[in-house]
């Protein structure tokens, strides 16, 4: 029990109040180098808080193309759906993470995808891009052909809710306003580190709130 406990307060959440989720399935998605370990904290605040079933993945290269990240993700994706038995997932990316996503978004459209939120994102690219290595840097960096080709198309699929979170103090998402989408809501948190966004209380608060703000029906039909 005091295991437990510790769980829900590190989740934001007092122990008293009951668990919620939205019981869609939750994937997980790593940023530029990282891998699930780098997720593992954030899956058990989502565990702690309710969610039944959270995926994480790590990419075969983590420093490799958002296009080949784009079709891992469909693989999980089509993994989780057969094995919960659910007919869409939300998911949750981490900087680069969050721009395979959306190839992922616009090359699989209709994705089973409810609701995606993209935490510190390069979207329009980052000028940290050119210290890093692999084809993923080059694909961050601004004004490159994926990016070009990315945002060219809208930044959404119909049907796909969305949301951007950043904070002031990224040093790795160059301008700041990259992390952001138009016509997608933005929330800025002070004040995390890039890497600390998966870790920080407020954030965690952000994305909870917004995967449980589904509409009445979907959420009434997938409470457990």
Do not use: K
């Not at 510190?120 to 084809?135: C, D, K, M, N």
């Amino acid at each position: 029990m005091g295991s437990l406990t510790a769980a829900a307060m590190a989740a934001g959440r007092d122990f008293d109040t009951p668990a919620a989720s939205t019981g869609v399935p939750v994937l997980l998605v790593p940023g530029w180098l990282d891998t699930a370990r780098d997720l593992a904290a954030l899956r058990i605040r989502f565990q702690a808080a309710g969610w039944s079933h959270v995926e994480t993945l790590t990419f075969r290269d983590p420093t490799g193309s958002n296009r080949d990240h784009a079709q891992e993700i469909d693989s999980v994706v089509t993994q989780i759906l057969a094995e919960t038995g659910a007919s869409e997932v939300d998911i949750v990316a981490h900087s680069m993470g969050g721009l395979a996503t959306r190839w992922y978004l616009m090359t699989q459209d209709p994705a089973p995808v409810r609701r995606a939120a993209f935490l510190g994102s390069p979207h329009q690219g980052t000028l940290a891009a050119h210290l890093a290595w692999g084809v993923g840097g080059d694909e961050m960096t601004p004004g490159s052909d994926f990016l070009e080709t990315l945002n060219g198309a809208p930044p959404l699929p119909d049907g796909v809710t969305a949301l951007t979170v950043r904070t002031p103090i990224d040093a790795l998402v160059l301008p700041g306003e990259s992390a952001t989408l138009a016509g997608v809501e933005d929330r800025t948190v002070c004040c995390p580190t890039h890497a600390g966004l998966l870790q920080d209380d407020e954030v965690f608060r952000v994305v909870i709130d917004f995967l449980e703000g589904a509409d009445a029906s979907t959420a009434d039909s997938g409470r457990e």
